[in-house]
Structures are given as C-alpha cells and as structure tokens.
Nanobody, 121 residues
C-alpha cells in the first residue's frame, strides 16, 4: 500500500485547509489517520478513523478538525478549520495494514511522504 497526500499550503490564521490522502495498492487497510510533525516536536497524532468510521482526535484539534474516510475510494481527508500558527507542521497520512502471517496477524504502519501546512499569524 502506498499513500499520497495532497492539499497542504499556506493559509492565514483562522483560515481553512483540506488535506486528502489516497491509498493505492493491495492490502487490508484497518485504521487510517493523520499525524503531524513540526521541526521542534516529535510526530504527534492529529486524528484517526477506523474502518467503521469511528474517529479519534487529539485534544487541541477537537472541534476544529474533521476526519472523513471513504472505504470504497480508499481515501481519508482532514478538514481543518480555525487554523492557528501552532498548527504549522508537516502532516503525514498513516494507514495500518493487517498482514496475515504463519504466526498470526501483524499490523504494519505505512506513511505518506507528508504535506506541509503553514499558518501565518
């Protein structure tokens, strides 16, 4: 499975952006989601969504960001509203792939290349 993100860019504080991620290739995709990383921080959770479209958000994104998933198109989008300068980061799409092995099911993490979001004051 490969992930390709799109939709990053420059926006003013208070503005909105929509990130999209397309998963291609063969694989049993379980959860999908978005993480972000700024130069001075580790890669942190933004939001995840299960196959059953149950969503989870980091506290600082709750109410501002909305994740959506299309299991037929294999896409996951992140609508980001009321953006703040502290949301500036590279945003990474993530997918959890279930792989059957002789020792049972393994969970593999696949990452996209990242898309940069910059929020100006």
């Amino acid at each position: 499975v490969q992930l390709v993100e799109s939709g990053g860019g420059l926006v003013q504080s208070g503005g909105s952006l929509r990130l999209s991620c397309l998963a291609s290739g063969r694989g049993d995709i379980n959860a999908m989601g978005w993480y972000r990383q700024s130069p001075v921080k580790q890669r942190d959770l933004v939001s995840t969504v299960t196959r059953g479209v149950d969503a989870n958000y980091a506290d600082s994104m709750q109410g501002r960001f909305t994740i959506s998933r299309d299991n037929i198109k294999n896409t996951v989008d992140l609508q980001m509203n009321s953006l703040k300068p502290e949301d500036t980061a590279v945003y990474y799409c993530n997918a959890e792939i279930m792989v059957a092995t002789t020792e049972g099911v393994r969970r593999l993490q696949v990452w996209g290349q990242g898309t940069r979001v910059t929020v100006s004051p």
